[in-house]
């Protein structure tokens, strides 16, 4: 299975960004998707995750009201749209895998893609 991310970049506070994942290799529409960031020195946090076992997205705190998660089964694609953005979000977004537990432990997932830069300046 291979996880490619697009459409980070450089943005203003209060802009929007899309990010995309394409799976490769499996159909993953019985899986797990979910998107963490990183930002430097920190760990990687949980940003959203679909779970297909239950039929939820979930949300973390920071995010909520701002970035939704949404899966096209037909392109094997998940995006995060990112919307009013702050300079708190920058971070590496990664996008993620598998046949999860908690969808909110890094750890959980099998699979990753090499993550996309999203800079948002004040």
């Known amino acids: 299975v291979q996880l490619v991310e697009s459409g980070g970049g450089l943005v203003q506070a209060g802009d929007s960004l899309r990010l995309s994942c394409a799976a490769s290799g499996r159909t993953f529409s019985r899986w797990t998707m979910g998107w963490f960031h990183q930002a430097p020195g920190k760990e990687r946090e949980f940003v959203a995750a679909?779970?297909?076992?239950?039929?939820?997205?979930y949300y973390g705190s920071s995010v909520k009201g701002r970035f939704t998660l949404s899966t096209d089964n037909a392109k094997n694609t998940v995006y995060l749209q990112m919307d009013s953005l702050k300079p708190e979000d920058t971070a590496v977004y990664y996008c993620?895998?598998?046949?999860?537990?908690?969808?909110?432990?890094?750890?959980?997932?099998?699979?990753w893609g090499q993550g996309a830069q999203v800079t948002v300046s004040s």
């Open positions: 679909n779970k297909w076992a239950v039929r939820t997205t």
């Open positions: 993620a895998a598998g046949s999860v537990g908690d969808v909110t432990t890094a750890g959980d997932y099998g699979y």
